[in-house]
């Protein structure tokens, strides 16, 4: 019996001290983010095996609450994203580098990076294209 009441304690103590924090709780805003890219795709044409070749994303959040990317991950090894970790207001701009490794590569190569926010549209996939060509040595 005593074990039964001594659990019943736990439980209902590990409630309270949650909800009296305030850390969990729901702000009371309604707005929601949304992310938009000026173009979501690039390509860089031809380029020579070996080099590393590099593009900006630009993206604004034209929704009505602060947006946050929480993640950009890449196809391929190969391709390595980078992004700012910090809120961007409504009306606020931001990019994502992708910086794209040829070597080894040849002939049309896609690569994708997928972006994910806490923004309607939480999932955005960017594209970089590029025509890798041996280098003629």
């Not at 707005?31 to 031809?46: L, S, V």
């Not at 009306?91 to 794209?100: A, H, K, L, M, R």
Request: glycine share 10%; proline share 4%; hydrophobic share 35%.
């Amino acid at each position: 019996m005593a074990v039964i009441i001594t659990a019943a304690f736990i439980a209902a103590s590990c409630g309270h001290s949650q909800q009296g924090t305030g850390k969990n709780q729901l702000s009371d805003t309604t707005g929601m983010a949304m992310i938009t890219f000026n173009n979501p795709e690039h390509d860089f044409g031809k380029v020579m095996s070996g080099e590393k070749v590099g593009c900006i994303f630009t993206y604004t959040n034209t929704g009505d609450a602060d947006m946050i990317i929480t993640s950009a991950s890449a196809s391929c090894g190969c391709t390595v994203p980078k992004y700012d970790k910090r809120p961007v207001p409504p009306g606020g701009s931001g990019t994502i580098e992708v910086v794209f490794d040829t070597s080894g590569r040849e002939g049309i190569q896609t690569k994708t990076v997928v972006v994910q926010s806490n923004a309607e549209n939480n999932l955005v996939i960017l594209r970089i294209i590029a025509d890798v060509t041996k280098s003629a040595r």
